[in-house]
């Protein structure tokens, strides 16, 4: 009976939030959002975005590698609870419960050889190229949907990028977050370059919560807090830390 009342009055406090079972977090690699630092422990953007929230509200995340496509699988079933880096669809929106507002924001890139980039500079003239992308993932319109073009799917950023540089597609698509972090390496920014085409949108970036979660009660604890340090700058500051 003590008990149930300690917990009644801390139901909207941190250490009431402890003890539930950590949510189940999917991702996968994307640096600089999520990385595998020293020892093999993840690190990277949104690894100190859900470390922010956990501080904030007590919850726990356990965080789960997968491919992205099976991860979002995962999130439709009510097998995961959370994902982060996750751009917004009229698909995904059907099992997803996007928390507002978004915590970051990308640009699409198409990316290739340099000689090849310099000479594309409309959308029409991706027509006939091979072009690597991650499955499931959301880009840009009309890309996303255009059927006229040879599009090679992969699981994995790492599989795409190997696959441009072994030639085995012409170009690849990507964010140029993510993207442009990797050739910070001298050697990766001589053989890839972004195309003189800039499609012209931004990605936002969210967290969202799974609409098949047994979580979903957390909800208003998680985007209070998320609003809560977006309006302090906190993520503006963690993100100049990975330019």
Not at 16 to 40: C, H, I, K, N
Not at 59 to 65: A, G
Not at 126 to 141: C, M, N, P, Q, T
Request: glycine share 6%; net charge positive; proline share 5%.
């Amino acid at each position: 009976m003590l008990r149930a009342l300690v917990l009644l009055l801390f139901s909207g406090c941190a250490w009431a939030q402890q003890v539930g079972e950590p949510l189940r977090v999917v991702t996968d690699y994307w640096p600089p959002f999520r990385m595998q630092g020293s020892g093999g422990k993840l690190e990277g953007l949104d690894i100190d975005l859900l470390d922010e929230l956990q501080r904030r509200t007590g919850l726990r995340f356990e965080v789960r590698l997968l491919p992205w496509a099976r991860a979002l699988e995962e999130m439709r079933l009510g097998q995961a609870d959370l994902m982060t880096g996750l751009a917004r669809t009229a698909e995904r929106e059907q099992f997803i419960d996007y928390l507002e507002p978004a915590y970051h924001a990308c640009a699409p890139r198409l990316y290739g050889a340099p000689e090849r980039a310099a000479a594309i500079r409309q959308y029409a003239e991706l027509d006939g190229l091979r072009i690597g992308y991650v499955l499931r993932s959301a880009y840009f319109e009309p890309f996303d949907s255009d059927t006229s073009l040879i599009k090679i799917g992969v699981k994995n950023e790492e599989q795409l990028l190997q696959m441009q540089l072994r030639g085995r597609v012409e170009l690849m698509i990507g964010t140029d977050c993510q993207v442009d972090f990797q050739l910070r390496d001298p050697a990766l920014a001589s053989q890839l370059t972004k195309l003189a085409y800039q499609p012209p949108v931004q990605t936002r970036l969210y967290v969202g919560l799974s609409r098949a979660s047994a979580r979903k009660a957390e909800r208003q604890v998680l985007a209070r807090a998320l609003q809560q340090l977006l309006q302090e700058g906190r993520m503006a500051s963690v993100a100049r830390r990975y330019r």
